[in-house]
């Protein structure tokens, strides 16, 4: 997981974004995964998101041509 070009550990994931969301409040998150990504990975990326109180959430897609 990647937050700016950041990484971020998966087990850490739940901390990083609630301490994001105490120094902005106004946060907000897109995620965005490769085709290969399995779908149940982006669903505990988007719970945790949510756990953290985070409600601002987008879903980023690439144009296929």
Same mark, same amino acid.
């Given at each position: /997981?990647?937050?700016?070009? +950041? +990484?971020?550990? %998966?087990?850490?994931?739940?901390?990083?974004?609630?301490? $994001? +969301?105490? @120094?902005?409040?106004?946060?907000?998150? @897109? /995620?965005?995964? $490769? #085709? *290969?990504?399995?779908?149940?990975?982006?669903?505990?990326?988007?719970?945790?998101? *949510?756990?953290? #109180? @985070? %409600?601002?959430? #987008?879903?980023?897609?690439? *144009?296929?041509?």
């Amino acid at each position: /997981v990647y937050w700016n070009d +950041k +990484k971020v550990e %998966s087990d850490k994931l739940s901390a990083f974004l609630k301490l $994001e +969301k105490q @120094i902005r409040p106004d946060v907000a998150v @897109i /995620v965005r995964a $490769e #085709g *290969k990504t399995d779908y149940a990975a982006v669903l505990r990326v988007l719970d945790e998101v *949510k756990g953290a #109180g @985070i %409600s601002k959430v #987008g879903l980023a897609t690439d *144009k296929k041509n």
